[in-house]
């Protein structure tokens, strides 16, 4: 098939599009990055801003993947996150239908479903949770992203399967737009441990979910894909591989959020950046977990060792050497510190 990517230069892209060319795939992205290194892909320089980038990318495309997105839990980045997940996704949309597009794979997050304050595990039955993302642009953005996808395809006869990702995690984020939360453990970031628990996902078993989708999965449905793990937990696990310790105070939400707003007023007053951003804390107060049991079954989808994953994504990190943490393996363990 043609194939269009978007976001295919970011952390999720490339090893969907090598994944797509290796199935003997055409496979087209519009970036404004730099172009792709791998063989057979076509590059165009655009940006899903303008339409005239956008008609040129669509055209002779039977398929469409959706992989652009911005991913800031900084609130004064609210209106570009709602500019590209929601008005350049209505506008790709448009385009693509009058392009004659047949199928569209939109990668959406497991946070437009699987959120909550207490305990809970959701599933794609469950409502979107906007009373409890509604301070959060990300996830707010990319909840209203997902509803015009279904509406739009639905009403234009277009064959939409959405997945639902975790947080990626694995090699290959050069931005650390989603392993942020490793890196911010490996620099000591984190003054307190959260009292919730997040759902996480290999990127490379990601991938492979979404490449499954060009010809399989719910039409019309979402996907959830993740493996589900307390932050105690996950900062443990963290700590076994690196030799750095996980923290150890604990408060309760209330009192983690505020020490953090705190520690924010007085970076500000210093003229600096606080170590870690209040929103980011008080989403650590939450749970994220999810069954993947649909995904498994319509998509294939199998997840590997988790502590598989958590150790290349440490390796990656502490092998940048652009990112100020310098790494030493022990017996086979990583021992990172600040460079």
Not at 18 to 39: D, F, N, P, Q, Y
Not at 253 to 271: H, M, P
Not at 308 to 317: A, G, K, N, S, V
Request: proline letters at 4%.
């Amino acid at each position: 098939m043609r194939i269009l990517v978007t976001g295919g230069t970011g952390f999720l892209g490339p090893p969907v599009v090598e994944k797509l060319v290796a199935g003997g795939h055409t496979v087209r992205l519009i970036s404004r990055s730099a172009g792709s290194s791998l063989r057979g892909v076509e590059h165009l320089r655009g940006d899903l801003r303008e339409l005239d980038s956008v008609r040129a990318a669509l055209q002779d495309v039977d398929v469409l993947y959706h992989l652009a997105g911005l991913v800031s839990f900084d609130p004064t980045d609210g209106r570009a996150m709602y500019e590209l997940h929601v008005e350049c996704t209505r506008q790709l949309l448009r385009e693509a239908k009058l392009a004659g597009v047949r199928r569209v794979v939109l990668a959406s997050s497991s946070g437009t479903i699987a959120v909550a304050k207490e305990q809970r595990v959701g599933t794609e039955e469950d409502d979107y949770p906007i009373t409890v993302v509604g301070r959060w642009p990300y996830y707010l953005s990319k909840i209203y992203q997902e509803k015009l996808a279904l509406d739009f395809c639905r009403a234009h006869s277009i064959a939409l399967v959405v997945l639902n990702p975790g947080l990626l995690l694995g090699p290959g984020d050069d931005r650390l737009s989603s392993t942020w939360i490793v890196s911010k453990f490996l620099n000591r970031d984190i003054p307190a441990m959260p009292s919730g628990g997040l759902s996480f996902v290999d990127v490379r078993d990601a991938a492979d979910a979404f490449v499954q989708a060009l010809r399989r999965g719910e039409v019309g449905g979402r996907h959830l894909i993740g493996v589900n793990m307390s932050f105690t937990e996950f900062f443990a696990r963290l700590s076994r591989l690196t030799g750095i310790a996980a923290p150890k105070l604990r408060l309760n939400s209330k009192l983690n959020v505020l020490g953090t707003q705190l520690l924010e007023k007085l970076a500000k007053l210093r003229g600096t950046d606080p170590p870690i951003g209040s929103q980011e804390v008080e989403i650590g107060e939450h749970f994220f977990y999810l069954d993947a049991s649909k995904a498994e079954r319509e998509l294939g989808f199998r997840a590997r060792d988790p502590q598989e994953t958590l150790y290349e994504t440490i390796q990656y990190i502490t092998s940048q050497p652009a990112r100020g943490i310098r790494a030493s393996p022990d017996t086979g363990r990583f021992s990172a510190t600040i460079a």
